[in-house]
């Protein structure tokens, strides 16, 4: 059965920083588009980063320069490290695998999804 499983969220202030972890088991991660997705109170889940079998990244406005996703496919996971946290960044967040090499980042586009870490930024 295929898992996806996030770890590393927690309460952090205001600029502070966080990296979240994603490991899978029962399905390669390297051969997949990857992504992190966030789904706040009472919002739309929308996409804050992805990452594709060649490397390539793309990231939300409201992240880049503060967000860097990473994968490392021997341990068959996926990162996002997370400084310079707002208030606005309070949210569940997802990992999600395509079963393809190249997405948009665009939610139907991913077929795994983990079962999501709180992440709430307050002072």
């Known amino acids: 059965q295929v898992k996806l499983v996030e770890s590393g969220g927690g309460s952090v202030q205001p600029g502070g920083s966080l990296r979240l972890s994603c490991k899978a088991s029962?399905?390669?991660?390297?051969?997949?588009?990857l992504g992190w997705f966030r789904q706040a109170p009472g919002k739309e889940r929308e996409a804050v980063s992805c990452i594709n079998m060649d490397g390539t990244t793309t990231y939300i406005d409201s992240v880049k320069g503060r967000f860097t996703i990473s994968r490392d496919n021997p341990k068959n996971a996926m990162y996002l490290q997370m400084n310079s946290l707002k208030p606005e960044d309070t949210a569940t967040y997802y990992c999600a695998s395509a079963l393809v090499a190249t997405a948009n980042c665009d939610p139907p586009q991913f077929y795994y999804w983990g079962r999501g870490t709180q992440v709430a930024v307050s002072s």
């Open positions: 029962a399905f390669a991660l390297e051969y997949s588009a």
